[in-house]
């Protein structure tokens, strides 16, 4: 199904090299390894056109193209490292693909390490975009910050007493706290022209994209994987 002509692709990034988790992007996830999901979230959407996976894995490259899902390059070694910034694989694929002449309108980047968002999440938030398109260039996945908000933060002094953030300490309720939002990594969508230009999802026309709360776990250690595994064999009682 076409979104007003437009042209869409789908990056999903799987790195061998991993600090928190070794290989994780391969790792057995739910029967699978993790990368499967998101590949398959991204296979079922009603609107990308093609999917293409940025890796510098052999052995991943071989499982993505098990699953018929194109790997037309091995990244380079120099944006493959632990410190390589998204936005340089990202250009070094979109640049790949002009080459042959594929060009798209809308980018959507699904990282293996967000196995909880599904192809529904993908297409509402990219419709949201695009409804709004005169007012928005991105939209990315956000999740309401409860738990850690900052009036529930402290600091610990070299006696291991407890010290207030500002000035002083907060008995705030919860329910008194105004609303904020952290980044939970589920989703990244924005026009590719802007994407060149800002070099970054995150900017003034930036869209929320408010994930529930058992659906923003982003895998980055074991305990996270441990948890996000539960979360998803549970997912039909979140239903």
């Known amino acids: 199904m076409s979104l007003n002509n437009k042209k869409i692709l789908a990056i999903i990034p799987a790195r061998k090299g991993s600090k928190g988790l070794k290989n994780k992007n391969i790792k057995r996830f739910a029967g699978k390894p993790l990368i499967h999901w998101s590949i398959k979230s991204a296979k079922k959407s009603k609107y990308i056109d093609k999917i293409i996976v940025s890796t510098d894995s052999k052995k991943i490259r071989n499982y993505c193209k098990s699953m018929k899902v194109d790997v037309p390059f091995l990244r380079p070694k120099k944006i493959s490292k632990d410190n390589s910034k998204s936005i340089e694989f990202i250009l070094h694929a979109l640049n790949f693909l002009k080459k042959r002449k594929e060009l798209f309108d809308y980018l ?3 990282q293996p ?7 529904e999440d993908i297409d509402k938030a990219l419709l949201k975009l695009h409804n709004k398109r005169n007012k928005a260039d991105s939209i990315v996945g956000v999740s309401e910050n409860t738990h850690h908000h900052p009036s529930f933060n402290a600091k610990v002094n070299k006696s291991s007493f407890i010290k207030p953030l500002e000035k002083k300490f907060s008995n705030f309720r919860r329910q008194d706290l105004t609303k904020l939002y952290s980044y939970d990594g589920s989703i990244f969508i924005s026009k590719i022209d802007k994407l060149i230009e800002k070099k970054s999802f ?3 026309r930036t869209l929320a994209f408010i994930s529930k709360k058992w659906k923003s776990i982003d895998i980055d250690d074991i305990v996270d994987f441990i948890v996000a595994e539960a979360l ?7 239903k």
Do not use: A, E, V
């Open 108 to 110: 959507i980047l699904l």
């Open 113 to 119: 390490t967000s196995p909880l968002t599904t192809n």
């Open 202 to 204: 995150y900017h003034s």
């Open 232 to 238: 998803f064999k549970s997912k039909k009682n979140f």
